[in-house]
Nanobody
Framework: QVQLVESGGGFVQAGDSLRLSCAAS????????MVWFRQTPGKEREFVTIISRFGASTYYADSVKGRFTISRDNAKNTVYLQMNSLKSEDTAVYYCAADRFYGTRPSTEDMDYWGKGTLVTVSS
């Protein structure tokens, strides 16, 4: 059983940067591709980005491409989401998830484990 805990959310101004972290415990972190999703009230949880097990491959939603960067440190069992040039539409609860398989545009149903989320609020 893998436990995931997100941190780093907060309130920022449009144009600012923020880095989210997701710490994993209870399993072999490098067995999983790691994924970030986000969700706003009344909307479905949407895919943001994914990174393969050892970081060789990444994929981004068009809405964040060029602004967000996913990375991971398997020695620290942690995945990161660097968010630059934040926009008001990036406001959401951000969730990290673990997926046994790497693929582009994974769905929520594909995830094996979830964190509880961290809130990011971007003020315009």
């Amino acid at each position: 059983q893998v436990q995931l805990v997100e941190s780093g959310g907060g309130f920022v101004q449009a144009g600012d940067s923020l880095r989210l972290s997701c710490a994993a415990s209870g399993g072999t972190f490098s067995r999983y591709a790691m994924v970030w999703f986000r969700q706003t009230p009344g909307k479905e949880r949407e895919f943001v980005t994914i990174i393969s097990r050892f970081g060789a491959s990444t994929y981004y939603a068009d809405s964040v491409k060029g602004r967000f960067t996913i990375s991971r440190d398997n020695a620290k069992n942690t995945v990161y989401l660097q968010m630059n040039s934040l926009k008001s539409e990036d406001t959401a609860v951000y969730y990290c998830a673990a997926d046994r398989f790497y693929g582009t545009r994974p769905s929520t149903e594909d995830m094996d484990y979830w964190g509880k989320g961290t809130l990011v609020t971007v003020s315009s």
